[in-house]
């Protein structure tokens, strides 16, 4: 019974990785239709920041590296966006290949600018230690999740940008024809939803190792989140990463590491026989 | 109802090109013989027997590319667990051969990993007909039973691309996991003979290029007759619009279905055919990665054509060999800028390159 509790904050400190990941899909994969298979390397990039931050800022660089991440990752996508992804709206299936390449080159610069082998980043003391099963580093998470959760939402409802951010999520032609500039509310929708993935990079470094691989450990488990939760729905990415957290690792727990991820592909496609479309659903008369 | 109307009716809305110019160019019958003949009889006498067994392997997974061109460029599903697929009919074969050296005793990787019994997953595999069947068999079972949940309830376009790359993802670490059972990380590998045949034999390999080759050739002229068929108009128009396709009577759900579970076979016949050309099926090889690979390769050579498919696989492979042979770091480089390349400036890739020229 004992181990079988102890899974119960493994679980939710997974979610909470996966929620601090999918924050940022949601909102690009919800509003643009974009799927970023960057992403992940924009999560990459937000590590690394953590890590050149050490040089100055010692072992507070976690903290410091939270905002200077956001910037990077987030500066990343605007690029990305300006440069590339804009020439693809209304050909979602194109803009994964497309940015998949994107993450290809962004591995191999890493490689090339850091080495391959993993780098550290260390933990700040108050960071070390912790409450029974639970390590102050992974609570550090869950909180870092919840404030970003709690920063979008305010954005997304309480900003003139961000209502115009919903409105394009909901219908894009009727936000444009009643005088939102789409163009520019792209450009900020891209460069919050990367810029968490960077937030995201430097949460990672509390729990592993820097590499040039990292963000691809975790962008498919990111991307089911937001399948289940629903296109662009804030409430159904926190309930889907949560649940997808426990499950994992109660799968883990009863089966193992490998059958684990089986069942969490065969839970999803069961629950997409019930709700098609995520969890919450944007209702609309409109036909695809 | 006449094939024209609902195909006029579906078009109209985003009429995506259908490359079928270009086939009758590319793939019309004067082409196909010519490449016929370069592939069955000059290249087994031209190439030395390295390069041909590198050939075949291009081959191999041109025929993985070919059901994508299916799928994707006919069908709209942008499937990326085609790894998955492989990967079973890869597994398939490799158990069997694995069993038929081991001689009633067991594959040398379960004795290392302390495995006493043979588990009986792998008992049926000793019969070469029941390993070639299933190769070809569970790959399309599996992708019927996961067409039927997932398109009848409408998931479709990303979710689906999602969903199958998930599943890739979901399928390399449970091999990796069951070591005992599957090899783990090294998969299967160390294989001596075919059917009686010995592996490293030039006059084996050359036998298995050639059966490789004429697979390909049928498999494409099948593929052929399906898009021109009936069946294959309703596949473009389900691509094209599918709620109108519904509203026309037909049941687009079991037409997706039945494709996918198609380029699905195709992808479990070449892992079996990759097994014996190449020696290892492993993880590595069947993964996200791979699975993105071929998806990336079908793009490069033209996603709206059938030949176009079999050309980027055949393009892609070799340009990964001639360029990592060179300098292994570049070509990470050289493939990310040519997917970005493509993709922006040329959506239909080579075949559309070609055909835009000529027209």
Same mark, same amino acid.
């Given at each position: 019974?004992?181990?079988f ?65 956001f ?87 309480r ?102 991820k ?27 | ?27 019309? =019958?004067?082409?196909?013989? $010519?490449? !016929? %003949?370069l /592939?069955? @009889? +000059?290249?087994?006498? *031209? &190439? ?19 059901g ?27 158990m ?19 495995v ?11 019969? =070469?007909?029941?390993?070639? $069947?299933? !190769? %070809?068999? /569970?790959? @399309? +079972?599996?992708?019927? *039973? &996961? ?48 059917f ?40 473009? /128009? ?13 049941d ?8 996918f ?57 070799y340009?990964q ?30 075949a ?8």
């Amino acid at each position: 019974m004992e181990a079988f509790l102890n899974q119960l904050p493994i679980g939710l400190s997974i979610g909470a990785v996966l929620l601090l990941i999918a924050l940022g899909l949601t909102i690009t994969f919800g509003q643009m239709g974009v799927i970023n298979m960057a992403h992940g390397e924009f999560i990459m990039a937000g590590a690394y920041t953590a890590y050149l931050m050490q040089d100055w800022a010692g072992r507070q660089a976690v903290i410091v590296a939270l905002p200077a991440a956001f910037l990077v990752a987030g500066l990343m996508g605007l690029i990305l966006e300006r440069a590339a992804i804009r020439r693809f709206y209304g050909r979602p299936l194109d803009t994964l290949l497309l940015t998949w390449g994107v993450s290809l080159v962004l591995q191999q610069l890493a490689r090339d600018l850091f080495g391959a082998p993993n780098v550290q980043v260390a933990a700040p003391e108050w960071l070390q230690g912790g409450i029974g099963a639970l390590p102050y580093n992974r609570l550090f998470i869950m909180a870092l999740a919840i404030g970003s959760v709690a920063a979008v939402w305010a954005y997304l409802n309480r900003t003139a940008q961000g209502r115009r951010m919903q409105a394009v999520t909901q219908n894009r032609d009727l936000a444009a024809t009643s005088g939102v500039d789409t163009g520019r509310v792209d450009m900020h929708t891209f460069f919050i939803g990367s810029g968490l993935a960077g937030v995201a990079g430097v949460a990672l470094t509390l729990i592993g190792p820097v590499g040039p691989a990292l963000g691809t450990y975790y962008i498919v488990d990111a991307f089911l989140v937001v399948v289940a939760g629903g296109l662009g729905r804030l409430g159904g990415a926190v309930i889907a990463a949560v649940v997808l957290g426990l499950l994992n690792s109660f799968a883990e727990f009863w089966t193992d590491a490998s059958l684990a991820k089986v069942i969490v592909f065969a839970v999803i496609v069961v629950f997409l026989q019930f709700r098609p479309q995520g969890l919450f659903v944007i209702r609309s008369r409109a036909l695809s | 109802m006449s094939i024209t109307t609902k195909d006029a009716t579906a078009g109209t809305a985003r009429r995506a090109p259908d490359g079928r110019g270009l086939r009758e160019r590319l793939g019309g =019958p004067a082409v196909f013989c $010519a490449v !016929a %003949v370069l /592939a069955l @009889v +000059a290249a087994p006498l *031209l &190439l030395e027997p390295f390069r041909l067994n590198l050939l075949a392997k291009y081959l191999v997974y041109a025929i993985v590319a070919l059901g994508i061109g299916l799928a994707w460029g006919q069908g709209g599903m942008l499937t990326l667990g085609q790894g998955v697929f492989f990967g079973l009919g890869g597994y398939s074969m490799g158990m069997h051969l694995k069993l038929t050296e081991a001689q009633g005793g067991l594959p040398d990787f379960m004795v290392w990993s302390g495995v006493e019994e043979l588990p009986a997953l792998w008992v049926p595999f000793a019969d =070469p007909v029941f390993a070639l $069947a299933t !190769a %070809v068999l /569970a790959p @399309v +079972a599996l992708a019927a *039973l &996961l067409g039927t949940l997932i398109f009848r309830q409408r998931v479709r376009g990303a979710y689906f691309a999602i969903l199958t790359q998930a599943l890739a993802a979901a399928f390399a670490i449970l091999l990796v996991g069951r070591q005992g059972l599957t090899g783990g990380t090294n998969g299967l590998t160390n294989f001596f003979e075919l059917f009686g045949h010995d592996l490293a034999s030039d006059s084996t390999q050359r036998g298995l290029y050639l059966v490789v080759a004429v697979v390909l050739g049928l498999l494409y002229l099948g593929a052929r007759h399906l898009v021109n068929s009936r069946f294959g108009r309703l596949l473009v /128009a389900v691509r094209d619009g599918e709620d109108r396709v519904r509203f026309l009577g037909y049941d687009p759900a079991t037409v997706k279905t039945v494709t996918f579970a198609i380029s699905a076979g195709m992808a479990g016949l070449a892992g079996a055919l990759f097994v014996p050309v190449v020696g290892i099926i492993s993880p590595a090889l069947l993964g996200v990665v791979p699975s993105l690979e071929l998806v990336v390769a079908v793009a490069v050579g033209g996603r709206y054509a059938l030949a176009g498919a079999v050309l980027g696989a055949v393009v892609m492979g070799y340009a990964q060999t001639a360029f990592s042979e060179r300098f292994a770091d570049g070509w990470l480089y050289l493939q990310g800028a040519l997917f970005i390349l493509v993709m922006t400036l040329a959506p239909r890739g080579i075949a559309g390159l070609l055909s835009r020229r000529r027209a």
